[in-house]
Every structure is written in structure tokens, then in C-alpha cells.
């Protein structure tokens, strides 16, 4: 049991830093961010490529991928869904846009770096062997609290900061925002690149654990979609809740399941749906409408 809540917190951590991100684009702009997970690929890849081909220190790649990651957020913001959102009116101009920007960055993924799978030196060796009950590298260790870190500092520069505070407002209220001098156009961007940060800081970190390769997109835009369904879009408590749960039912699904393959996903899929059916706005979201 111990070992199934240890890595349970291993993967929700992970799970939440990602759906921090997508929840956050989703509040500020009503936009649902379907190249969130190539946003993720991307990450790790700089990462990979800073750490293991330049030979520059873990760190440097994390912040390279996360610097890289917020510039790409801020531009896309700027020069595609700023121009279709003031010129349309219609949710399925964005969904479609989000669509052609998973494709795109996919493809430059796969010309810049190919579609080989990448990994990196272990950035720490070593395994925690706490009486049998506890097995954990500490790479994941260090992960995790890495992982736990960022979003601590996160909620607190959402909380206390000025632009936090900012884009609280936008999300909970656009119009009364705009009208108390909150400038939409400026906090929108610096939110997707906030939300596009993330997604390339958990590339990055766990390029060291699990690797990148160009098919990591997709299943990780799936993942993120279903955290925020569980916690409820667009609501940042909701983003942690979902993820930790995720993270949960994959590690006692792994565990107990483990002899029947896909099945433990399958029972995932299953159990949102009907979970989803009983409550469509997620665990903290309000009724749509």
C-alpha cells in the first residue's frame, strides 16, 4: 500500500504541474489548448538537447525549456488566437486553431529532432529502499519535489503577485476586469505563456525519467484534458485534485491490474464517463450555463 501512495503522489505531481498549465489558458481565454501535450514534447526536447548534447547542467536545460516554452506561449497568443478570437465569435475557431497548432508543432518537432526516442544521464543515481515497502529511485524523488516545488510557487504567484492577481480577475470576471484597468490583451499573453511554461518544465523534468519522443504528444494532451474535466475547468484547485487522483487510480490500476495491460486505462476512461455523467462541471467547477 505504501508503495502504490508513494508512486501515486510521484505521478500526480506530474499530472497537476501539467494540468496547471491547461487550466490556466482555459480560464483566461476560454480556450481549450489541444497542443498543450506537444507544448510538453517540445520541453523535453530542449532539455534533452541542452542537457545531453551540450553538456550543460540539468538546470540550464530546465530553465532553457521553460524560457523557450513561455516565448513560443507568448507568440502564439499574440499572432493566432488574439486575431481569431477578436475577429470571431464561435468557440470552433479556436478548437480548430488549437487542432492545426498540435499539427504544426508536431511536424517541426519531428524536422528539428526526429522521431527516435530521446533520453538523458540519470541526473541522480541511487534507489530509496525504505523496509521493502518504499522503492524509489531518486531521481523520482527528486522529480517529485521538484515537481511539488514549482507548484507551490505557482499558487503563491498567482496568489500575491500583481500579474497573478490580474489574471484572477480575468478569469473569474473579463468584462469587470477590463473595466477596473485590467489590460485583457497583455494578461492573456503572459497567461499562455505561463501555461505553456509549465508544459515545458514537466517535459523537461521527466525527460530524465521516461524519455521524449515525437508520439508523447497526443496521449499527454488526453491526460491533461482529463485531469481538468475531474477537478473542473478552469479552477486551479480543481487542476491539482484532478491530476493527484489521476495519479492515484494509475498507480492502483498499474499495481493491481498489472497482468492485463491496457485494461487499467480502459477502467479510467469508463469511470470518468460515468463520473462525468453524474457531475459534467467536475469535482469544483460550476454548472455550465
Known amino acids: 500500500m505504501e508503495q502504490i501512495i508513494a508512486n501515486g503522489l510521484y505521478l500526480g505531481s506530474q499530472y497537476a504541474l501539467i494540468a496547471l498549465g491547461l487550466t490556466l489558458i482555459f480560464a483566461l481565454m476560454n480556450v481549450l489548448n489541444f497542443a498543450h501535450g506537444q507544448m510538453y514534447v517540445l520541453g523535453g526536447f530542449v532539455t534533452y538537447t541542452v542537457y545531453a548534447q551540450l553538456g550543460l547542467p540539468f538546470i540550464v536545460g530546465l530553465l532553457a525549456s521553460a524560457t523557450t516554452l513561455a516565448v513560443v506561449g507568448a507568440l502564439i497568443e499574440k499572432f493566432l488566437f488574439r486575431p481569431v478570437i477578436r475577429k470571431s465569435h464561435r468557440e470552433e475557431s479556436t478548437m480548430l486553431l488549437a487542432a492545426g497548432i498540435a499539427f504544426f508543432l508536431d511536424a517541426v518537432i519531428l524536422l528539428v529532432f526526429g522521431e527516435k526516442q530521446r533520453g538523458v544521464p540519470k541526473i541522480v543515481n541511487g534507489v530509496l529502499n525504505w523496509d521493502f515497502r518504499i522503492i524509489m ?153
Open 137 to 289: 529511485p531518486y531521481d523520482r524523488i527528486l522529480i517529485c519535489v521538484l515537481t511539488i516545488f514549482f507548484i507551490a510557487a505557482f499558487i503563491g504567484y498567482m496568489q500575491y503577485s500583481k500579474t497573478g492577481r490580474a489574471m484572477r480577475a480575468l478569469a473569474q470576471d473579463k468584462v469587470a476586469a477590463q473595466l477596473m484597468g485590467v489590460n485583457v490583451a497583455r494578461y492573456s499573453m503572459i497567461g499562455f505563456a505561463l501555461g505553456a511554461m509549465l508544459a515545458g518544465l514537466v517535459g523537461g523534468l521527466l525527460v530524465s525519467i521516461t524519455g521524449v519522443n515525437l508520439g508523447m504528444g497526443g496521449p499527454t494532451s488526453i491526460k491533461a484534458f482529463m485531469m481538468v474535466m475531474i477537478g473542473g475547468a478552469g479552477v486551479i484547485s480543481g487542476a491539482i485534485a484532478g491530476g493527484l487522483i489521476l495519479g492515484m487510480l494509475e498507480s492502483v490500476g498499474l499495481s493491481v491490474l498489472s497482468q492485463y495491460g491496457d485494461i487499467t486505462y480502459l477502467l479510467i476512461f469508463v469511470s470518468l464517463i460515468i463520473f462525468l455523467a453524474i457531475r459534467p462541471q467536475g469535482l469544483m467547477g460550476k454548472p455550465w450555463g
